[in-house]
């Protein structure tokens, strides 16, 4: 595959399309001039994740970021991306197939990489990004196997480069307050956490449907999607993880069940289903313009297929789990995760040596790639409690964010992209370090669900680099009697 020749300027892409009168403005004439002082960034994967950062960097964040390239496999979306560009009156960013990536790179003088890829080809890119002296931002997860940690983390040390992992849940204004309430001491120190997750059956669907169906490309659900969950709970402890067990089973999307809901069989997909009538699990792109023009309009450069039935065999990732943590401070997790229930979202309860803490966030439908807000929370939905031992409990009134995540996707491009971001207090940036402590977990619960057998981080990933935490209270803080 060789590097996708056209490269795509402002004056080549306006004469293709007719974009016509699209010119600088003054502001933008403005920040030209002063290119040489902002952060130069290239994005790899130009799906629905590359958006928020190509959103961010081009309209707000222009005085301090400026996006020069765009690297894709599939040439269409890759212009698709290239057009937005264009449209906001900015020079397109250069453009290449992954074997012109480090051309790509040193072409563009790129300072940063942000990396939007399938999740099993994370690793990779971090590592040639880090090796081309360029610094990474990742989409969690930061990448799927315990090897591929082991090798980001390598190339880290090695290179001198840094990598920050997107966890944009940690900034939703509710659960920094979990934070601030533990760190607080509110409860004491936590001895055990008790974590529900559920998607529903919009969201939870969709990941069946798409290529985070296969364990190969996403590590399952207990890596895609759970390495946020585990995440928000080792950053909510300051502790690390140790050990874990956990079971798992696929039962809802399966051939079976969609025999059991009155079809025929599964099928290939929803576009060419003989029976998408009859199947409310249909998801029409031809009916959504974004997806549509996402993936619909230029499956034919890869064959990548958005729709795929949610029933289908190849299906090889559980929509049912359980997982318990062991943690450096002896704190315990008890987590689940569930991908076909009636509602979306989570209760969190932390049980600490003062007292006890619940969090519970009911979300709004959401589907990849449609213009939904991803994470929004509902009416009501929000609630936090404290409950002292052997007192009332006390309702507080929890933190409201607009727009995605709860609020959490500004804060976090704020840290990202802004020169002089504010300092956090609460250490919500994280690095190939935290990125690590999450996908272990995710990756020990897959071979646990494989083995039946309990695994041990360090046997897992020998000599991994743990995260920093802030400090929390511990055993060693004195108690009083309650």
């Not at 016509?20 to 002082?37: C, E, K, M, W």
């Not at 090798?151 to 880290?156: F, G, K, S, Y």
């Not at 607009?402 to 994280?430: K, N, Q």
């Amino acid at each position: 595959m060789g590097t996708y020749s056209k490269v795509i300027t402002r004056r080549s892409f306006i004469r293709k399309t007719a974009i016509g009168g699209a010119v600088f403005s003054s502001a933008t004439r403005g920040i030209a001039n002063a290119v040489d002082r902002r952060r130069r960034y290239v994005i790899v994967g130009t799906g629905s994740r590359c958006r928020i950062f190509q959103n961010a960097i081009e309209q707000h964040y222009r005085e301090d970021a400026v996006l020069v390239g765009l690297c894709d496999a599939n040439p269409g979306r890759l212009h698709r991306a290239a057009a937005k560009s264009v449209a906001l009156g900015l020079d397109a960013p250069e453009t290449a197939l992954p074997d012109g990536f480090e051309k790509l790179l040193k072409r563009t003088r790129a300072t940063h990489v942000i990396v939007t890829t399938v999740d099993s080809t994370h690793d990779e890119y971090i590592v040639r990004s880090l090796e081309s002296g360029c610094d990474v931002v990742t989409e969690k997860p930061m990448t799927t196997t315990a090897s591929k940690v082991m090798r980001i983390q390598e190339a880290v040390t090695r290179t001198g480069g840094n990598v920050r992992v997107t966890f944009n849940y940690r900034y939703m204004p509710a659960r920094s307050q979990v934070k601030e309430l533990l760190m607080a001491g509110k409860i004491g120190d936590v001895l055990s956490v008790n974590f529900q997750w559920l998607l529903n059956t919009h969201h939870g669907a969709d990941y069946f449907r798409r290529w985070h169906g296969e364990k190969k490309y996403s590590g399952g659900l207990m890596v895609h999607k759970a390495t946020h969950h585990f995440d928000l709970v080792n950053w909510w402890l300051g502790a690390n993880p140790v050990s874990v067990f956990a079971v798992g089973k696929r039962e809802f999307y399966t051939p079976a069940m969609a025999k059991r809901l009155g079809l025929k069989r599964y099928h290939e997909r929803c576009l060419t289903c003989p029976e998408a009538s009859s199947c409310s699990f249909r998801l029409d792109l031809k009916a959504r313009p974004r997806l549509k023009s996402l993936y619909l309009d230029h499956e034919h450069h890869d064959g990548y297929h958005r729709d795929r039935c949610v029933f289908h065999p190849r299906i090889d990732i559980e929509d049912t789990m359980n997982v318990i943590v062991n943690y450096d401070t002896k704190a315990t997790l008890n987590y689940t995760l569930n991908a076909f229930n009636s509602w979306e979202g989570y209760r969190i309860a932390f049980n600490g040596t003062k007292g006890r803490l619940e969090h519970a966030n009911e979300e709004n439908i959401y589907v990849s790639g449609t213009d939904d807000v991803q994470g929004a929370t509902k009416r009501s939905g929000l609630k936090l409690r404290l409950i002292p031992l052997r007192g009332a409990a006390i309702d507080i009134e929890a933190r409201e964010g607009e727009g995605g995540h709860g609020g959490g996707d500004r804060a976090m491009l704020d840290e990202l992209f802004l020169a002089e971001p504010r300092h956090d207090p609460l250490g919500r940036a994280s690095d190939a370090r935290g990125g690590a402590a999450s996908v272990l977990v995710g990756a020990a619960a897959n071979e646990c669900i494989r083995t039946g057998m309990p695994v041990q981080l360090d046997d897992l990933a020998p000599g991994w680099n743990r995260p920093e935490h802030l400090p929390m209270p511990n055993r060693s803080y004195p108690l009083t009697m309650p």
